[in-house]
């Protein structure tokens, strides 16, 4: 009976343990069904991208193994975050993508927490149905094409901490509710087309760090800030913000309001900002005394006041903060003496041309044109008197100014309006940023303004228009703006036909009088060509019709370069890449405009462009791209070749200040900025002058450059997960320097990746030892020619690039800042010196 008993039991027991088994996974696979058939209709509703491929590979979504396109990150079987990084719509979406059924399916994730949708080529509206994500605390949608307003709706995701939205085309106002996400951490939405005033809902954001609305049509007052207690970064740049200094909190550690509409004064209280790291107040219309008391902050290492005009006496024995490092007061109305901690033989970087100093270099004014100016910004007593008395007099004048003023407004917004509204009626579903709609040019009747144009033209009618009636004509005019902005953002735009029929679709005229190009522009001269469309015939002409002759190499998978020379005697390189999925020629648009941007000093510099297409075929076969030819020698031929004349210590500082500049512009002097760039020495050319051209940039047409290693070189993989690659783009070509600056220190070729971390050891050492140690491991060539605080800063600058964490790696401007410490303690010790005349004229900022 007892055994029969316990045999039931034990049955019991067995089947007990796998009802509990059978509800377990039963449980788990309708989890894991849900959350897989969000992701495989993600995957659907974006054509399968390459991106998303190994969803096609496993059903374990949440093992995964990480890469620098997709890292989907589950907690107890719920996907809590989805990082994706695409090709910035080289692979085009489907005709019929809609971001409703897109943020529709991602809103069935009901964990998801962290969402970066990034470089995807996402077009249309921001759906409304994004509200459904409520536990969203992370949104990143930047580098895409969405357009339209912003939706009211983000307003409902209350958990979200952090919200980014740059490199977009979003127009209209920002949405007062934004100022209802209480636990907001960081707004950015810098590089968009938003215009209106900041509003002032974002008071309420108490828990707001960051603040970046950047390089947009921002115009008016701003709130005051002073309330936000824990704002430590606020980024206005490039907007008509002002006139007045806004109110602030103290605990400010950069606050950059760099070509804006500010005037007047700035505050007293500025004195007092004591985390204040960097102050970028120029291209503004400030008047009154600089505060002397900014020099030495206490925390202060970046101060920009260039382009204002501030006026009063400085003198020698002002005192500067210690760990200041650049400091610009060119362009103001300053007099008496350059304080003494700023004069060249300090540490600091600082330009101080165009203004009144005694006995000073960098092109000063006679004082007398100090005073004048001075003078002229201010209102004097006897003129401001007389204004009184003739203010009654002058209304019916100021009146009739105002009506004719607004009239001329209108009219020449209505005409600009009329040429929109004439456009073609094709639509291109490829062409979906703004800046691309109002780019495209056939001939001259076919001109449009943009919106930043046409605001331009607006502010500067306004300013004829008399005080009593000019904020009614504002009024007027910024309503018709915003619907100029509507109507181009909308317009149709006409399939291109031929190439060799057709001009160019990127406006020149356009890209040279941007104010983001004209400094950039003027200083490479007239040596370089305008941008343009080249014809085929014409690159066969050049080349003997791509004759073996002509040939110089295949670096990439899909690319040939040929050397060539056009009818006016210009010598040009010509990068032939066959393209293997044909699509029209607006589908590489926004991507052939990055490329047209790529002018500058420092980089082989971008010519033109020649799309390939057949008669019977409209779609793109190949893509020739045009650079400058640079038949120069690379710098590590200068460095660690076996023949040739080395490069001096000097010499290797000013071509590294080259290489790093050339990384600045990449980075910030284009919009949007290309990140690791997989630089490598063999890619640093010296001229014959020995200034350095970059030659490899991360662009999109030219990918196969990212994953070949030849050569003799290699270039940093980014390891870990897409969110790390997205966030340190720019600490991935720190570390691509590091590895640069260490083959300049120890002149010998560096072939393979781990003898970075076992020379970065041998430099670490050697700067806790003596100056005999560290000038045993530099190169032989040079070691002699150094002072060891020159060579001790660049070892440290070195160190720090190569460093594993990316957190620890110093920024673009920091390495710049402390290579020109390095070149002015040269400069002074008295040996190899250095010429920083012309690496030193431009801001880093620049």
């Given at each position: 009976?007892?055994?029969?008993?316990?045999?039931?039991?034990?049955?019991?027991?067995?089947?007990?343990?796998?009802?509990?088994?059978?509800?377990a996974?039963?449980r788990?696979?309708q989890?894991?069904?849900?959350?897989?058939h969000?992701?495989?209709k993600?995957?659907?509703?974006?054509?399968?991208p390459?991106?998303?491929?190994?969803?096609?590979?496993?059903?374990?979504?949440?093992?995964?193994?990480?890469?620098?396109?997709?890292?989907?990150?589950?907690?107890?079987?719920?996907?809590?975050?989805?990082?994706?990084?695409?090709?910035?719509?080289?692979?085009?979406?489907?005709?019929?993508?809609?971001?409703?059924?897109l943020?529709a399916?991602?809103?069935?994730?009901?964990?998801?927490?962290?969402?970066?949708?990034?470089?995807?080529?996402?077009?249309?509206?921001?759906?409304?149905?994004?509200?459904?994500?409520?536990?969203?605390?992370?949104l990143?949608i930047s580098?895409?094409?969405?357009s339209?307003?912003?939706?009211?709706?983000?307003?409902?995701?209350?958990?979200?901490?952090?919200?980014?939205?740059?490199?977009?085309?979003?127009?209209?106002?920002?949405?007062?509710?934004?100022?209802?996400?209480?636990?907001?951490?960081?707004?950015?939405?810098?590089?968009?087309?938003?215009?209106?005033?900041?509003?002032t809902?974002?008071?309420?954001?108490?828990?707001?760090?960051?603040?970046?609305?950047?390089n947009?049509?921002?115009?008016?007052?701003l709130?005051?800030?002073?309330?936000?207690?824990?704002?430590?970064?606020?980024?206005?740049?490039?907007?008509?913000?002002?006139?007045?200094?806004?109110?602030?909190?103290?605990?400010?550690?950069?606050?950059?309001?760099?070509?804006?509409?500010?005037r007047?004064?700035?505050?007293?209280?500025?004195s007092?900002?004591?985390?204040?790291?960097k102050l970028?107040?120029?291209?503004?219309?400030?008047?009154?005394?600089?505060?002397?008391?900014l020099?030495?902050?206490?925390?202060?290492?970046?101060?920009?006041?260039?382009?204002?005009?501030?006026?009063?006496?400085?003198?020698?024995?002002?005192?500067?903060?210690?760990?200041?490092?650049?400091v610009?007061?060119?362009?103001?109305?300053?007099?008496?003496?350059?304080?003494?901690?700023?004069?060249?033989?300090?540490?600091?970087?600082?330009?101080?041309?165009?203004?009144?100093?005694?006995?000073?270099?960098?092109?000063q004014?006679?004082?007398t044109?100090?005073?004048?100016?001075?003078?002229?910004?201010?209102?004097?007593?006897?003129?401001?008197?007389?204004?009184?008395?003739?203010?009654?007099?002058?209304?019916l004048?100021s009146?009739?100014?105002?009506?004719?003023?607004g009239?001329?407004?209108?009219?020449?917004?209505?005409?600009v309006?009329?040429?929109?509204?004439?456009?073609?009626?094709?639509?291109?579903?490829?062409?979906?940023?703004?800046e691309?709609?109002?780019?495209?040019?056939?001939?001259?009747?076919?001109?449009?303004?943009?919106?930043?144009?046409?605001?331009?033209?607006?502010?500067?009618?306004?300013?004829?228009?008399?005080?009593?009636?000019?904020?009614?004509?504002?009024?007027?005019?910024?309503?018709?703006?915003?619907?100029?902005?509507?109507?181009?953002?909308?317009?149709?735009?006409?399939?291109?036909?031929?190439?060799?029929?057709?001009a160019?679709?990127?406006?020149?005229?356009?890209?040279?009088?941007?104010?983001?190009y004209?400094?950039?522009?003027?200083?490479?001269?007239?040596?370089?060509?305008?941008?343009?469309?080249?014809?085929?015939?014409?690159?066969?002409?050049?080349?003997?019709?791509?004759?073996?002759?002509?040939?110089?190499?295949?670096?990439?998978?899909?690319?040939q370069?040929?050397?060539?020379?056009?009818?006016?005697?210009?010598?040009?390189?010509v990068?032939?890449?066959?393209?293997?999925?044909?699509?029209?020629?607006?589908?590489?648009?926004?991507?052939?405009?990055?490329?047209?941007?790529?002018?500058?000093?420092?980089?082989?510099?971008?010519?033109?462009?020649?799309?390939?297409?057949?008669?019977?075929?409209p779609?793109?076969?190949?893509?020739?791209?045009?650079?400058?030819?640079?038949?120069?020698?690379?710098?590590?031929?200068r460095?660690?070749?076996?023949?040739g004349?080395?490069?001096?210590?000097?010499?290797?500082?000013?071509?590294?200040?080259?290489?790093?500049?050339?990384?600045?512009?990449?980075?910030?002097?284009?919009?949007?900025?290309?990140?690791?760039?997989?630089?490598?020495?063999?890619?640093i050319?010296?001229?014959?002058?020995?200034?350095?051209?970059?030659?490899s940039?991360?662009?999109?047409?030219?990918?196969?450059?990212?994953?070949m290693?030849?050569n003799?070189?290699?270039?940093?993989?980014?390891?870990?997960?897409?969110?790390?690659?997205?966030?340190?783009?720019?600490?991935?070509?720190?570390?691509?320097f590091?590895?640069?600056?260490?083959?300049?220190?120890?002149?010998?070729?560096?072939?393979?990746?781990?003898?970075?971390?076992?020379?970065?050891?041998?430099?670490q050492?050697?700067?806790?030892?003596?100056?005999?140690?560290?000038?045993?491991?530099?190169?032989?060539?040079?070691?002699?020619?150094?002072?060891?605080?020159?060579?001790?800063?660049v070892?440290e600058?070195?160190?720090?690039?190569?460093?594993?964490?990316?957190?620890?790696?110093?920024?673009?401007?920091?390495?710049?800042?402390?290579?020109?410490?390095?070149?002015?303690?040269q400069?002074?010790?008295?040996?190899?010196?250095?010429?920083t005349?012309?690496?030193?004229t431009?801001?880093?900022?620049?």
């Amino acid at each position: 009976m007892k055994l029969e008993m316990a045999k039931k039991v034990r049955h019991f027991h067995h089947f007990f343990f796998a009802l509990l088994f059978f509800l377990a996974t039963r449980r788990t696979h309708q989890l894991e069904h849900s959350q897989s058939h969000a992701l495989l209709k993600f995957q659907k509703l974006l054509g399968y991208p390459s991106a998303l491929s190994s969803l096609r590979t496993t059903n374990d979504f949440c093992n995964i193994q990480p890469t620098n396109c997709l890292t989907i990150v589950c907690y107890e079987d719920n996907v809590t975050q989805l990082h994706v990084v695409g090709d910035n719509g080289l692979s085009p979406l489907p005709q019929d993508f809609s971001s409703d059924s897109l943020f529709a399916t991602l809103g069935t994730l009901s964990s998801l927490k962290v969402l970066s949708l990034v470089s995807m080529g996402l077009w249309g509206p921001l759906s409304e149905s994004i509200s459904q994500m409520s536990s969203l605390e992370i949104l990143n949608i930047s580098a895409n094409h969405f357009s339209g307003a912003i939706p009211t709706q983000l307003s409902l995701l209350k958990n979200l901490q952090s919200l980014v939205l740059d490199d977009n085309d979003f127009t209209g106002e920002i949405p007062m509710r934004v100022g209802s996400l209480q636990d907001l951490a960081v707004l950015s939405m810098r590089r968009n087309f938003l215009s209106g005033s900041v509003p002032t809902s974002v008071i309420n954001l108490q828990t707001l760090r960051i603040l970046d609305l950047s390089n947009n049509l921002l115009y008016g007052e701003l709130p005051g800030l002073g309330n936000l207690k824990n704002l430590q970064v606020l980024n206005l740049e490039n907007n008509t913000l002002g006139p007045h200094f806004p109110s602030l909190p103290a605990k400010l550690v950069s606050l950059v309001l760099r070509n804006n509409s500010f005037r007047f004064g700035i505050p007293s209280n500025l004195s007092s900002y004591y985390q204040l790291q960097k102050l970028d107040l120029s291209i503004n219309g400030f008047v009154g005394p600089l505060l002397p008391s900014l020099l030495s902050l206490p925390s202060i290492k970046y101060l920009d006041v260039s382009a204002n005009k501030f006026s009063g006496m400085l003198f020698s024995n002002y005192s500067c903060n210690s760990d200041i490092l650049f400091v610009n007061l060119s362009s103001n109305l300053l007099k008496g003496q350059l304080p003494s901690c700023l004069k060249p033989g300090s540490k600091v970087v600082a330009l101080y041309g165009k203004n009144c100093f005694s006995n000073e270099d960098q092109g000063q004014h006679p004082p007398t044109f100090c005073q004048t100016e001075a003078l002229a910004v201010n209102v004097m007593p006897h003129e401001h008197n007389q204004r009184k008395r003739t203010t009654g007099k002058a209304v019916l004048v100021s009146s009739m100014g105002g009506i004719v003023g607004g009239a001329f407004v209108f009219g020449v917004v209505f005409l600009v309006v009329l040429r929109v509204s004439k456009k073609g009626s094709v639509k291109a579903p490829e062409v979906s940023t703004l800046e691309q709609a109002t780019s495209n040019k056939n001939d001259k009747d076919d001109e449009v303004e943009t919106p930043r144009t046409v605001l331009s033209v607006m502010e500067n009618i306004i300013g004829r228009v008399p005080k009593p009636n000019k904020e009614s004509v504002k009024t007027l005019a910024r309503s018709m703006v915003a619907h100029v902005v509507k109507r181009v953002n909308h317009r149709h735009v006409r399939p291109a036909r031929s190439i060799v029929e057709h001009a160019s679709s990127l406006n020149t005229a356009r890209l040279l009088t941007d104010a983001r190009y004209i400094s950039q522009t003027k200083k490479m001269g007239a040596s370089l060509p305008a941008y343009r469309t080249f014809a085929l015939d014409e690159l066969k002409e050049a080349t003997n019709n791509f004759e073996a002759s002509s040939f110089i190499s295949e670096k990439v998978a899909r690319g040939q370069i040929y050397k060539g020379f056009l009818s006016d005697g210009t010598q040009i390189a010509v990068r032939s890449l066959k393209m293997r999925k044909r699509h029209g020629p607006q589908t590489y648009m926004h991507l052939i405009e990055l490329i047209s941007k790529l002018r500058h000093p420092h980089l082989v510099s971008s010519l033109g462009h020649c799309f390939e297409c057949n008669h019977d075929d409209p779609s793109v076969s190949s893509i020739y791209l045009i650079f400058e030819f640079a038949p120069y020698r690379s710098l590590r031929d200068r460095i660690s070749g076996s023949s040739g004349e080395k490069l001096s210590w000097a010499q290797r500082i000013v071509a590294a200040i080259g290489v790093v500049k050339g990384i600045q512009f990449l980075h910030t002097g284009i919009v949007p900025g290309l990140y690791s760039n997989y630089l490598k020495i063999t890619d640093i050319l010296l001229d014959n002058n020995l200034n350095v051209k970059i030659c490899s940039y991360n662009l999109h047409l030219l990918a196969e450059n990212k994953i070949m290693v030849g050569n003799g070189t290699f270039s940093s993989v980014v390891k870990g997960n897409v969110q790390a690659r997205t966030e340190d783009g720019d600490k991935n070509d720190v570390y691509d320097f590091g590895v640069i600056l260490l083959e300049i220190i120890l002149g010998r070729t560096i072939l393979f990746h781990n003898e970075v971390g076992t020379l970065k050891d041998l430099l670490q050492v050697s700067l806790t030892t003596d100056e005999i140690a560290r000038r045993s491991i530099v190169d032989p060539v040079v070691h002699k020619q150094c002072s060891d605080e020159s060579m001790k800063r660049v070892m440290e600058l070195c160190v720090r690039c190569v460093s594993e964490d990316p957190s620890e790696r110093p920024s673009v401007e920091d390495a710049l800042w402390n290579l020109q410490f390095a070149a002015q303690v040269q400069n002074s010790w008295g040996g190899d010196s250095i010429d920083t005349t012309r690496e030193s004229t431009a801001s880093p900022a620049q």
